[in-house]
């Protein structure tokens, strides 16, 4: 298809013209840009998404926003039923009182949790969170629920994009097989509160940088990775 599509745009060409040549480049690239692979049965298929595959893509964004809104659910409802008690919210609650040690200038590893602190990040990690927790102990799970959720849909659009050079226009199943593989996975990160989403974000986005060549920024990417959570380095 594509060798027919070259021949038919250089049939009028004469290759021994500067101009020819030039013309048939022209006409080859927008040819190479308006076709996409077919079904093996020699059709075109078109960039634009047809409006059956835009139902598509609403109906499992519809679906995939259900599943972040029921996710988001189970720590909100622990909270509003337990009224906020410390320990109840998985590491939540420890995240939290963290930066509220912090607003309150207090040790963010106190002696008398020895031998094991309830805190087990770095420095860095708590002063991250300190403008969160200053919004108080619901927005505080919101805000972090949110923060999952988006890092979550930029994780499947990402390795997309790193899989096959574009995050936009694949085939359904190419988003929906990574995001069914991880979902119970998802699952614990939204309830137990770990940063795991955010870490896996980052680290894809400094992949991304190194396949653009900006060397300082997937770096600078990795150490903020590292500095909420020593694993990355490892």
């Avoid at 480049?25 to 059956?52: C, E, M, W, Y």
């Avoid at 909270?79 to 309150?104: E, M, P, S």
Wanted: with cysteine.
């Amino acid at each position: 298809r594509w060798s027919a599509g070259f021949r038919r745009g250089c049939d009028s060409v004469q290759w021994g013209a500067n101009d020819g040549v030039e013309s048939c480049a022209r006409d080859v690239s927008s040819r190479f840009h308006a076709l996409r692979p077919g079904k093996g049965d020699g059709t075109v298929i078109n960039s634009q998404q047809t409006p059956q595959r835009r139902t598509t893509d609403y109906l499992l964004w519809a679906l995939w926003l259900g599943v972040i809104i029921g996710f988001a659910a189970v720590p909100v409802s622990i909270h509003l039923r337990f009224g906020g008690n410390a320990d109840r919210n998985k590491d939540y609650d420890t995240w939290y009182l963290t930066g509220q040690r912090l607003l309150a200038g207090e040790e963010i590893y106190p002696l008398e949790e020895l031998p094991r602190f309830k805190f087990m990040y770095p420095p860095p990690a708590a002063a991250m969170i300190l403008p969160l927790a200053a919004a108080g102990r619901l927005p505080f799970i919101l805000l972090c629920e949110t923060l999952n959720a988006c890092c979550w849909v930029f994780c499947v659009y990402a390795g997309v994009h790193l899989a096959t050079g574009s995050a936009w226009n694949r085939p359904a199943l190419m988003y929906l097989v990574p995001t069914l593989a991880t979902t119970a996975y998802v699952y614990d990160t939204f309830l137990l509160g770990q940063p795991n989403l955010i870490l896996l974000a980052i680290l894809l986005g400094g992949f991304l940088c190194l396949r653009r060549r900006c060397d300082f920024a997937a770096g600078g990417l990795v150490a903020l990775a590292t500095a909420i959570k020593a694993f990355p380095a490892m």
